[in-house]
């Protein structure tokens, strides 16, 4: 399978959103992918990063799901969309929706472990699902989950993923600095996380961050032996793209864990 993962800059509103959308799905689809990822909460865009909070609303994020799908469908390509999503009790969650090649919604993944900092926007969902693309299975952890809660991506593993997809956003466009080296010891410990949870899980991960001024991470495919298979450029917005070797990611490790000692 060939994987895609979207590095766009932050969308200024949900239309400027659905165009990044488009051109980087497109990109992608001349390359062969079949599927892609776009960084946390990309539709509005992440909170306080420039779309106009009225955007935020039911209606308006059902359109832009609505013409997520088209894109999927018209390109034949699978995309994982991060956005905000209204619960069935009205409560704000941070999602990620699954979209086959053929424009239909498999479901959604939220975020459960909320960093303290975003108790204020979002409420934590509860559950945790895996989906199937082209007969491959695959898990969704969202940022902070991911780095500081391994079990999100464990879990996934041993429900037999072949690889974890990794939206988040970590950086600035006001402050820092332009990395230059991926995993640089110098660098924040984000690239270095997404790694151990390849590594960790014996499966691929695929990481996918917002392309500012000053990433903290770059979008990347690791392999289930910890290799950077590639990663995007920083700080430029773009799209990468790699073919994973499904019968690598055995999930040797993640199954092999003992977790009646921890009752």
Not at 16 to 39: N, R, S, Y
Not at 44 to 67: D, F, I, K, T, V
Request: hydrophobic letters at 40%.
């Amino acid at each position: 399978m060939k994987i895609a993962l979207a590095s766009p800059p932050f969308p200024s509103s949900i239309q400027d959103g659905l165009t990044w959308t488009e051109k980087l799905v497109k990109e992608a689809a001349d390359k062969q992918a079949a599927i892609i990822c776009f960084p946390e909460s990309f539709i509005p865009g992440y909170p306080g990063m420039g779309y106009a909070p009225e955007e935020r609303n039911p209606e308006n994020l059902q359109n832009a799901l609505n013409q997520v799908c088209a894109i999927a469908a018209e390109n034949k390509m699978a995309i994982v969309m991060p956005m905000d999503w209204y619960g069935a009790s009205q409560e704000l969650l941070n999602v990620a929706f699954v979209i086959d090649a053929g424009g239909k919604v498999l479901g959604y993944q939220t975020k459960n472990q909320l960093d303290p900092t975003e108790d204020v926007l979002w409420v934590p969902g509860t559950t945790r699902s895996i989906f199937e693309v082209d007969g491959v299975k695959i898990g969704i952890t969202i940022c902070h989950e991911g780095f500081r809660y391994p079990e999100s991506v464990r879990w996934a593993a041993q429900q037999d993923a072949k690889i974890v997809f990794f939206p988040h956003f970590v950086g600035s466009n006001t402050e820092g600095v332009l990395p230059v080296e991926w995993g640089s010891p110098q660098s924040p410990y984000y690239e270095k996380a997404v790694m151990m949870r390849a590594m960790e899980n014996t499966i691929y991960v695929g990481s996918s961050n917002y392309a500012s001024r000053y990433p903290e991470a770059a979008s990347s495919l690791i392999a289930p032996d910890g290799r950077c298979v590639v990663h995007g450029e920083y700080g430029k917005p773009g799209v990468v793209v790699a073919e994973i070797d499904t019968s690598l990611a055995t999930g040797l490790l993640a199954k092999r864990f003992k977790k009646w000692l921890y009752a």
